[in-house]
């Protein structure tokens, strides 16, 4: 298909959701798109563009949890509104857990480290077989797929504010962390860019928070890249 059509249409599309499927599947595709029809500058305006949507959407939470703390004086009818505001707050939640867990899959694959001589838009190297590269040429876009993942965590840590339990969406939620916290552990936090290492670590911060236990979980393996030991690629 024509990728900057779908960029430029995406780009210039409204919507009554937060976040629309099809959009969103369509972005991360061109985003994984390794073939000549998905540029650098397609794959950029893709992350952004998702950012966007995310920080949109920030903005619809902070309103929902704002009805949620006002003062009701009407009980039936404030009970109606309580109920759909609590109804809707949690369809926002799976909302966006959802689409962290499609998120990182996308950044573990952007991320990955691979051989030099591996089709990765743009590395040329004489050394084959030994020296590792980001999938993702563009430290730029790297730099925003860290920022994407922040954006979207801090989103999740305000929504689910004062929340014990994510019920069935809990196991989700520890998976995709957990992907994440490999991700960083094998790439982000071993990029050549120092500005995406920075992110990264701000990005443990806000994962930390999101789901400690994933955190825990994944600990040695962040450990090893935080603390400077020679990380082991298999």
């Not at 109920?83 to 867990?101: K, P, Y």
């Not at 040429?137 to 840590?157: A, F, K, N, P, T």
């Amino acid at each position: 298909g024509d990728v900057a059509a779908d960029v430029s249409a995406i780009k210039g599309s409204g919507g009554d959701t937060l976040f629309p499927e099809a959009t969103i599947s369509t972005l991360l595709s061109i985003i994984d798109n390794d073939d000549e029809f998905s540029t650098e500058g397609h794959r950029e305006m893709s992350v952004e563009i998702i950012r966007g949507l995310i920080r949109s959407a920030f903005g619809a939470i902070d309103d929902i949890f704002d009805d949620d703390d006002k003062t009701i004086t009407n009980n039936n009818n404030g009970n109606l509104i309580q109920t759909a505001t609590n109804e809707r707050s949690n369809s926002l939640v799976s909302t966006m857990i959802q689409l962290f867990h499609d998120c990182s899959f996308t950044f573990q694959k952007r991320m990955r480290r691979c051989t030099a001589n591996h089709s990765n838009h743009g590395f040329h190297s004489s050394t084959k077989g030994t020296t590792l590269e980001p999938m993702e040429s563009s430290e730029d876009i790297r730099l925003l797929l860290v920022d994407l993942m922040v954006d979207l965590g801090d989103c999740m840590v305000a929504a689910m504010k004062g929340e014990k339990t994510l019920g069935e969406n809990n196991v989700l939620l520890i998976e995709s962390t957990s992907i994440t916290c490999q991700t960083l552990a094998k790439s982000a936090l071993l990029d050549p860019y120092p500005d995406v290492q920075r992110a990264s670590c701000s990005l443990i911060e806000t994962l930390a928070q999101l789901c400690p236990s994933a955190i825990q979980m994944n600990s040695s393996s962040l450990l090893v890249p935080l603390t400077g030991q020679q990380q082991v690629v298999g």
